[in-house]
């Protein structure tokens, strides 16, 4: 069996089509990645078209009056993309590929007979709306005005719902949304993402340092950095730390200064992967609030590190988590219960010894397209 995979940018599913490769089970990795620019390339059937997405990159690295605007830059980008792998799509059993860059491959693959795949990193764009609109409603902005997504947009991530065989999640959140939205749930596919143990790995010892809370990713509305400063507020303890990584949404500013507890902020900004590991092994808990997350990459890594992962209900990486022994599972938008989950936490500074290996969601994958080929041919 021979799988297909195409993406514009270097995902997950670069990761996964590496995987795949050193099971022999991949077909070909279209990318709208330069090739040069793509880790052990060299080692994988690679097919790229890169032209457009260099354009766009380098657009982008200028001030935004003076270019066009990042939705139709991606869009130009990606219809490109996904023209041009429709007209070079090689025979496999399955193709996978990605919402709003998928039209063009689905269609050419159901004329040449391969099972399609829409491989989600996120749930249907209709459901963040649905959850986000409210919350930028409360900080006194529009969702419209940073919506990228329009009524075309939703026009043909309908028709490319139509042309799946089969939808490739990586959790039950995004699996109930996708049920929500009238796909039928023997049609989807659960893989969990993984972290590469290489990098994140447990620490030779437990840190001895104080109660260490960590956040990793973009501090924005959809993270819920409100629910996080306010369950600080309510523990108001000066002998913890908060250290975030990653970027700065202006959108949360106003929630940062109205900041008012005793626990100390400390923002790194965005890092490397061998920095983010290191902070990891170093912390005490990590801590991930979102209001919607498909996933939520880094608690495989922070798990990988042997860090308890404090997740909201609304994560998709609860799937991992085992309430009290390797993490917490607590009430999006509650900061009470996520400070008593803190509180547990720090009384508790155990190291849970699973370790995740990135290997297992490729063969997960291989097991779910035989199971669905098999299907398919009855």
């Known amino acids: 069996m021979k799988i297909s995979i195409s993406a514009t940018n270097p995902c997950h599913l670069y990761d996964m089509a ?28 690679i097919r790229t078209h890169s032209f457009r997405t260099t354009i766009v990159y380098a657009l982008l690295k200028l001030p935004e009056k003076f270019r066009p605007s990042a939705r139709s830059l991606f869009l130009w980008q990606d219809h490109s993309f996904d023209r041009w792998v429709g007209r070079n799509l090689r025979p496999c059993e399955f193709i996978h590929a990605m919402p709003g860059q998928a039209l063009h491959t689905l269609k050419k693959a159901k004329q040449l007979g391969i099972a399609t795949v829409l491989n989600h990193a996120t749930g249907p764009v209709r459901e963040w709306v649905r959850i986000m609109e409210p919350e930028y409603a409360r900080a006194g902005l529009r969702l419209a005005d940073v919506c990228p997504f329009d009524d075309a947009y939703f026009a043909r991530e309908d028709e490319e ?20 939205c009238g796909i039928a749930p023997s049609k989807i596919w659960i893989v969990p993402y993984g972290a590469d143990r290489t990098v994140f790995f447990p620490p030779e010892q437990t840190a001895t340092h104080h109660f260490r809370i960590v ?14 400063l306010r369950a600080l507020e309510l523990l108001n303890r000066a002998d913890w730390e908060m250290h975030f ?15 008012h507890g005793a626990t100390p902020l400390t923002f790194h900004g965005a890092v490397s992967q061998r920095t983010l590991a290191d902070a990891f092994r170093a912390g005490s808990v990590l801590v991930l609030p979102s209001l919607e997350e498909g996933f939520g990459l880094v608690v495989p890594q922070a798990l990988n590190c042997g860090m308890p992962c404090l997740v909201s209900d609304c994560v998709g990486a609860k799937d991992l988590i085992e309430h009290h022994r390797n993490g917490s599972i607590f009430p999006a938008k509650n900061a009470t219960a996520l400070a008593d989950e803190l509180i547990f936490w720090e ?32």
């Open 347 to 378: 009384k508790n500074r155990t190291r849970p010894a699973d370790v995740l290996d990135w290997c297992k969601p490729a063969q997960m994958l291989v097991s779910a397209s035989f199971a669905a080929l098999a299907s398919l041919r009855k």
């Open 161 to 180: 719902y139509a042309l799946a065989d089969f939808h490739c999640v990586a959790s039950s959140v995004v699996r109930d949304q996708l049920v929500a």
């Open 215 to 228: 956040f990793a990713g973009q501090l924005s509305l959809r993270k819920d950095m409100r629910t996080l």
């Open 245 to 259: 990584y990653g970027g700065i949404a202006g959108e949360v500013r106003a929630d940062l200064e109205n900041y």
């Open 18 to 45: 590496r995987e795949l490769a050193r099971l022999d089970a991949l077909g070909c990795y279209y990318s709208g990645y330069p090739q040069w620019k793509l880790a052990n390339a060299e080692q994988i059937a």
